[in-house]
């Protein structure tokens, strides 16, 4: 019985074919053919293996092949067992095919458990844009309800003129009344990029937002803005980085900040999130869908002041980036001069030296995370360029050994701290593009006096 017991965890119902052949037949459509026929789907249809373990209906589709699969060989063995006289007894061939048998069909239910687990874990991470752009720059925002903000009420100085009058009952006193005529400035002009539309068809840009809500912080501040621009017939790309302390942001005309500051927005750009996300009208005036009102706030306000089209975004907070770097086994840089790093966020596994390099640095997500962070020693506009190729390095060294032997602590990282709009394969797109040799063809920062 050793031998059928073989093969009915190879194909199931192989056994059974002259004995049940109906049920041989479903029994070997369970357990070979639909699995063999997702196999030839994932081979045929081209996809990146790593856009298809983000996608959480391939894996709902993995978790019912695999259920099916278990089931099938299940059945089946239980078929050869009836068949075999409902035996209580197994010599020692039979004892160790009954072992590997039951052994292989746990190691697949763990499997499958493990797949609905990430599958749970990454609900969160996609989100939707309505299905346009984040930020159209040839739209205007629509009109704020009813309980946003007003405006400020700082204006220019005012202008005096004194007028004499003559008052009734007084002929020959002379009174001098002075009036105040109260005049407000003139609003900031669109921003202008003077890049025609019909320039930008094929470009497609993203938001990608490095927040620091972690332990120890309470709520969260965009302290690295990119913009990652790809020209997709030609896969051309840019980064540019957006410095966090950007002062008088422009919000476009009917939003609900613009109605709030009207000449601009009088914190730093970093702070644009936490404003949004305390207050409960400005929560509602920017609500889209799942995505967080902060994040439609700051891709209209650099959208806007930067007169592009923002059409996806990513956020990642600070604790999910150094979980996802040690989830995939770290990141190593070459530094050509030594960086030096500043204090560890809370309730980090791991302990940094006070600088680290020059030369070759093998980062775990610790160091890697206060790699990015560092402004000893330079400031944020060389942090921002640090940031550029940290990520590019990331992307670039991510392989499917990295992601398989971890699955799950990747896919917990991922759902618990990245959001984006981008779907598993334009995320996996944008990767391979920041990672690659040669397509990013200007790595710039928004820097003074610009």
Not at 29 to 38: C, E, Q, S, T
Not at 94 to 105: C, D, F, I, Q, S
Not at 352 to 362: A, F, H, K
Not at 372 to 395: E, H, I, P, T
Request: aromatic share 4%.
């Amino acid at each position: 019985m050793h031998t059928e017991i073989a093969a009915t965890l190879v194909a199931p119902g192989w056994s059974a074919r002259t004995r049940r052949r109906r049920a041989a037949s479903v029994l070997l459509a369970g357990g070979v053919i639909v699995p063999l026929a997702l196999a030839v789907y994932v081979v045929a249809g081209g996809r990146s293996w790593a856009a298809l373990t983000l996608d959480r209906r391939f894996l709902a589709v993995v978790m019912g092949v695999g259920c099916v699969a278990i089931v099938a060989r299940i059945v089946a063995l239980v078929e050869v067992w009836v068949a075999a006289g409902r035996t209580r007894s197994f010599d020692r061939a039979e004892t160790a095919a009954a072992v590997v048998a039951v052994v292989a069909l746990v190691a697949g239910a763990v499997a499958v458990v493990e797949v609905g687990r990430a599958r749970a874990a990454l609900a969160p991470t996609f989100t939707e844009t309505a299905g346009g752009p984040l930020f159209d720059s040839d739209r205007t925002a629509p009109a704020p309800p009813s309980s946003a903000t007003t405006p400020p009420t700082t204006v220019r100085a005012p202008s005096t003129t004194d007028v004499e009058l003559e008052p009734r009952g007084a002929v020959g006193d002379t009174v001098v009344v002075t009036t105040t005529t109260t005049t407000l400035p003139a609003k900031p002009t669109r921003p202008d990029s003077g890049v025609s539309a019909a320039d930008l068809v094929d470009i497609t840009t993203v938001l990608l937002l490095g927040g620091d809500a972690g332990p120890g912080r309470s709520g969260l501040r965009t302290d690295s803005m990119m913009l990652f621009s790809l020209h997709r017939p030609s896969g051309r790309a840019a980064l540019i980085s957006v410095p966090r302390n950007l002062e008088l942001m422009l919000f476009p005309p009917g939003s609900a900040l613009e109605a709030a500051y009207p000449y601009g927005y009088t914190g730093i750009a970093n702070a644009v999130y936490p404003t949004v996300s305390s207050r409960q009208n400005l929560r509602d005036a920017y609500a889209v869908g799942d995505i967080r009102p902060g994040v439609v706030a700051i891709a209209q306000g650099i959208g806007y002041s930067l007169d592009v089209t923002i059409h996806d975004y990513v956020l990642v907070d600070m604790q999910g980036f150094l979980d996802l770097v040690d989830a995939l086994g770290g990141v190593t840089l070459d530094l050509p001069a030594a960086v030096p790093m500043p204090g560890n966020v809370p309730g980090a596994p791991t302990q940094y030296p006070d600088t680290i390099g020059p030369g070759r640095v093998e980062m775990d997500g610790s160091t890697a995370l206060g790699y990015a962070r560092s402004r000893k020693g330079d400031n944020d506009y060389r942090r921002a360029r640090r940031q550029r190729g940290l990520l590019a390095a990331l992307a670039q060294q991510v392989s499917l050994a990295d992601v398989a032997l971890s699955f799950g602590s990747v896919a917990d990282a991922i759902g618990g701290t990245l959001r984006t709009s981008l779907s598993p394969d334009e995320l996996i797109e944008t990767l391979n593009v920041i990672g690659g040799e040669t397509a990013i063809v200007e790595s710039v920062g928004l820097v003074p006096p610009l």
